[in-house]
């Protein structure tokens, strides 16, 4: 009995095709004969090489047709936007998409009356930001920064490595459940002094 195959994610999930992707990769490695290891990893990088060349070419006519609003519709779409980091080929570099990213979820951010800013990114993809406000320090802001920083940024800028946050509250010793009120979080004392 064959196992059961992984499924496959949703071609509009660039993140997900990715992932499975370097599985698939990673399972051709692994694969006895030398000889059709070699030929499918071949074939991987035909394909990727292959477009890569054509959206170069697409991106290539959008800029020298100064077609600024078809080439900011098609750097703001997600799945395309995705082919674009992979080839190197996206408009914005990374801090810029950060930068994007993180205008998203500050709505959000300022119901609780806090803020979120970019300190840089370095050469390795490692993404800095700060908690500012109500935010810093939060007992809430691990739970922001996983949910909703984290992922806007992780979709904005696939590329990226790891995301570092300064004014993300220590995880508690003990999980506590209780109610809290509507409102801004709490401000730690070391802040309110």
Do not use: F, W
């Not at 959008?62 to 997600?78: P, Q």
């Not at 809430?140 to 904005?156: C, G, K, L, P, W």
Request: aromatic content about 2%; hydrophobic content about 40%; proline content about 7%.
């Amino acid at each position: 009995m064959r196992s059961p195959q992984p499924e496959t994610p949703p071609a509009h999930d660039v993140q997900a095709v990715g992932e499975r992707v370097e599985a698939l990769i990673g399972d051709l490695g692994a694969l006895a004969d030398p000889n059709a290891r070699a030929k499918a990893e071949e074939l991987v990088r035909a394909l990727v090489d292959l477009y890569g060349a054509g959206l170069e070419r697409v991106m290539r006519a959008v800029v020298e047709s100064d077609a600024a609003e078809v080439l900011r519709r098609l750097a703001a779409d997600e799945v395309v936007s995705g082919l674009l980091v992979l080839h190197d080929l996206h408009p914005l570099g990374t801090a810029e998409r950060v930068r994007a990213a993180l205008d998203t979820v500050r709505p959000y951010l300022d119901l609780h009356e806090g803020g979120v800013e970019l300190v840089g990114v370095d050469d390795d993809g490692v993404v800095r930001l700060r908690l500012s406000g109500g935010c810093h320090g939060c007992a809430s802001s691990r739970v922001t920064v996983n949910d909703t920083i984290e992922r806007a940024v992780r979709r904005a800028a696939p590329e990226v490595t790891r995301v570092e946050v300064d004014g993300v509250a220590e995880e508690p010793e003990l999980l506590q459940i209780g109610r809290r009120p509507p409102g801004p979080c709490p401000v730690p004392q070391e802040a309110a002094t």
